[in-house]
């Protein structure tokens, strides 16, 4: 059974930082394109970064270039995104999400195209 864990959620102030998890069970391989979406309320779903084919190219959306940073250890089947100079505008709650049959996730990565995701972690950032 494939299982995606979320942690590192929190408050924040502005300016702070925070490093969230997404802890993989139930399938191996580091191959599987991985992103992370966060949603905030009355707001659709946003692609906010992603890793593809082991690390070798990813994507971030324009609004975290330069402060979000995303990455993976193989060895413990979790991908990170650590975020900082955080603004109140990021305050939503964050999803990892990662797709199993080999389809095209998108380029920025398309919520409809993955299908397996975790429980979310929610990040408040005040000003």
């Known amino acids: 059974q494939v299982q995606l864990v979320e942690s590192g959620g929190g408050s924040v102030q502005a300016g702070g930082s925070l490093r969230l998890s997404c802890a993989s069970s139930g399938y191996t391989g580091s191959r599987r394109p991985v992103a992370w979406f966060r949603q905030a309320p009355g707001k659709e779903r946003e692609g906010v970064a992603a890793i593809y084919r082991d690390g070798s190219s990813t994507y971030y959306a324009d609004s975290v270039k330069g402060r979000f940073t995303i990455s993976q250890n193989n060895a413990k089947n979790t991908v990170y995104l650590q975020m900082n100079s955080l603004k109140p505008e990021d305050t939503a709650m964050y999803y990892c999400?990662?797709?199993?049959?080999?389809?095209?996730?998108?380029?920025?990565?398309?919520?409809?195209?993955?299908?397996?995701w975790g429980q979310g972690t929610q990040v408040t950032v005040s000003s």
């Open positions: 999400a990662t797709e199993l049959l080999g389809r095209a996730v998108g380029y920025p990565p398309q919520p409809e195209r993955f299908g397996y």
